[in-house]
Nanobody
């Protein structure tokens, strides 16, 4: 019912930046919080960052603190992930979802590749 569309990924050099978008359509989320997750080949999907739709309160995984910034535009029903100072270890497919995770809501993800 809810559609999530991740976009903005690409290939960048180490130290570069990317801005990811997560656009939601359809029915509203049952959770007030949106999270970003990433999954590298052969690894588990892991939490990256989250933001509360109403308050704007944010949280981050330790690995991205100080480099990534999550934001939202409630009018556009879109969440963003600004990624700066990218490292090769940030290479992964990035996904968004509500928190708590709603299994049926995962989008296709967007690939981020950071070269060294």
């Amino acid at each position: 019912q809810v559609q999530l569309e991740e976009s903005g990924g690409g290939l960048v050099e180490a130290g570069g930046s990317l801005r990811l978008s997560c656009a939601a359509s359809g029915r509203t989320f049952s959770s007030d919080t949106m999270g970003w997750f990433r999954q590298a080949p052969g690894k588990e999907r892991r939490f990256v960052a989250a933001i509360n739709w109403s308050s704007g309160s944010t949280s981050y995984a330790d690995s991205v603190k100080g480099r990534f910034t999550v934001s939202r535009d409630n009018a556009k029903n879109t969440v963003y992930l600004q990624m700066n100072s990218l490292k090769p270890e940030d290479t992964a497919v990035y996904y968004c979802n509500g928190l708590p995770i709603k299994p049926g809501y995962w989008g296709q993800g967007t690939q981020v590749t950071v070269s060294s």
